[in-house]
């Protein structure tokens, strides 16, 4: 019972490893959680390549930012959790921190929510980084509302169709763009359908906007995609997010428009340890519109466990470009 089942990165670039590693136990403020399921994000497959120094990781490392599980013990000082409860959130796999892709993790307990019972495990796995960053984005930087004319751009991408499901909750007028693949998704949640392969910036701004631009432009694929949310926020006080803002841009066109920017760093409470609770939080609210039937997760069909080879696979599904929806490890039986 002092040891567990990991998968873990010994060197970066290298193939991960199976490995018997020391079980956490919850210290102070903590809830030891035994994992159900480890939410694959893009951001695991950059790190475990060597190319997320943003992250922070340190070797050797246990990956898995999200995690779906149930608790198994807490730690002093901890209220609102108890053995046996199924809990979710966006916990470790960066900046030194254990991840998910263990049998167990001893996680801060203000990164923690409870699982509603409408919402599996595997979809509560898939949901914290995408739906934070989302709602930081909506929220926290935009504050959407009732009535806004919102743009997301890559709307049924991991983050995008949090995104687009968020703001018709919150009341917004949604559009979305995509490939026209990805037309019958999008209308699906609720979203004007933009295809951004066939019509210009100016061409849908007009067509949706009568060219004044859209209230709030929520840019999830970075680089020339941010260039043209700048040119689709509304004249003055269109406001552009992006979650992937890492580049040097011109910010011309949206000062031309008396427009303004801001950035979301969903990274930031796990690596500089301010703001935690508030990650619980919005855990608490993606429960509160799963229960209401107002969010749901895509997940890939593919089923995958805790061993590296079967790690690795999932990896390559997103890298590859295979999965189709969130990739889930199943670490154990509920």
């Known amino acids: 019972m002092n040891t567990m089942q990991a998968v873990v990165l010994n060197a970066f670039g290298a193939p991960l490893s199976d490995m018997q590693v020391a079980r956490p136990v919850a210290a102070a403020g903590q809830v030891l959680v035994r994992v159900i399921a480890s939410g694959i994000n893009p951001l695991d497959t950059k790190i475990a390549a060597g190319k997320a120094d943003h992250a922070r990781a340190q070797l050797p490392a246990v990956l898995g930012i999200d995690i779906a599980g149930i608790v198994e013990s807490v730690g002093e000082g901890v209220q609102g959790y108890a053995r046996g409860d199924r809990v979710f959130g966006m916990t470790g796999g960066i900046g030194g921190v254990q991840g998910s892709l263990a049998q167990y993790a ?138 992937l803002g890492w580049g040097t841009h011109a910010l011309a066109p949206l000062s031309f428009r008396a427009a303004t920017y801001s950035g979301v760093f969903t990274l930031l409470p796990l690596l500089s340890g301010k703001g935690r609770a508030h990650h619980g939080a919005i855990m608490l609210q993606a429960g509160a519109l799963a229960a209401a039937g107002k969010l749901k997760v895509a997940l890939d069909v593919g089923i995958y466990t805790l061993d590296a080879a079967s790690v690795t696979a999932a990896h390559a599904a997103l890298t590859e470009g295979t999965a189709r929806g969130k990739v889930v490890v199943q670490v154990a039986e509920a």
């Open 106 to 243: 001893a996680v801060d307990a203000d990164l923690l929510a409870h699982v509603p019972e409408q919402m599996s495990m595997r979809e509560a796995a898939a949901m914290p980084l995408i739906f934070i960053t989302a709602w930081e984005g909506l929220v926290d930087r935009a504050r959407v509302g009732a009535g806004m004319k919102v743009l997301v751009h890559g709307g049924a991408g991991g983050v995008g169709h949090m995104a687009v499901q968020l703001a018709v909750a919150l009341g917004a007028e949604v559009y979305a763009t995509g490939s026209a693949g990805q037309r019958a998704v999008i209308e699906n949640m609720g979203a004007t359908f933009v295809d951004y392969q066939s019509t210009s910036v100016e061409q849908y701004v007009q067509q949706h906007t009568g060219g004044e631009g859209y209230d709030v432009v929520y840019d999830t694929v970075g680089g020339a995609t941010l260039d043209a949310s700048f040119r689709a926020a509304r004249q003055y006080g269109g406001h552009v997010v992006s979650c």
